[in-house]
């Protein structure tokens, strides 16, 4: 009799309980809480400046992007492959084919011109991690073995926030740590698959149907430069 009285005392218990929850997450302070979680991924530093944040994305976003895929987006793949068996100065960028009609021709050169490929803003290297400031475009590296040199930029000046160029993914100075929060990766998804589509469009310019293609990663001139002076090859490790 005690044992099944002590049973049914823990499932009034356990029922009060489940209620209690229950009640306390339909509260518009819990489910308010969960959403702001959500909302910055784990990152408290976000906040309100979700806004703030894509803005600058929308303007550093496709400078990365045509860095990345420059000789695609303004050469074309016949293009590319032209200006690669002819080689270049190490020193300048890549320069656009001629194609397109005058206007056209100019109005390339004079993206190459606007969109220089960035460089570390403190020693100069145009590879190892490149991150941008979120705050004033101040183009920092991270260096190994070292501080890096835009982490030293965040912490001295109290900017929060830095973008990776390369993997286009946000760093929180406070947390240490990149931040993943759901309006802005939702935001650099669609903004994926746009300069995608840009991508495939400029690499097969005659293509009657649009299509799915490869153009891999474009290094600039300083930067291939920078890798055969101071990369190295790993030995294989193993599956």
Known sequence: TTSSQARS????????????????????SVRAARATAVRGGGC?????RTKQIIDRLKVLVPY???????????????????AASTGGDNNREATPAAGGGAEGDRSRKRL????????????????????????CDFFGCWRRG?????????????HPFALDFVQQQVYCSACGD????????????GTQIRWHAAVCDAAEPEAKRPRIVSTGADL??????????????RPCGGV
């Not at 823990?10 to 509260?27: F, K, P």
């Not at 100069?124 to 400031?133: E, F």
């Not at 070292?146 to 109290?158: A, D, K, M, N, S």
């Not at 990149?178 to 998804?189: G, K, P």
Request: charged share 20%.
């Open 146 to 158: 070292q501080r890096p040199h835009i982490v030293e930029h965040l912490q001295t000046t109290g």
């Open 178 to 189: 990149y931040v993943y929060d759901a309006s802005i990766v939702s935001w650099q998804l």
């Open 112 to 135: 190459v011109e606007e969109m220089p490929a960035p460089a570390c803003f403190a020693c100069g290297t145009p590879a190892d991690r490149l991150h941008v400031c979120l705050t």
């Open 64 to 82: 990365a992007n045509v860095c990345r895929h420059r000789q695609a987006l303004l050469l074309g793949r016949r293009g590319a492959t032209a």
């Open 220 to 233: 600039s001139p300083a930067q291939a430069k920078y890798v055969r002076e101071h990369g190295s090859v």
């Open 9 to 28: 005392g823990m499932t009034s218990l356990g029922s009060v309980a489940t209620a209690s929850g229950e009640r306390e997450s339909r509260s518009p």
């Open 44 to 48: 408290e530093h976000v906040g309100s």
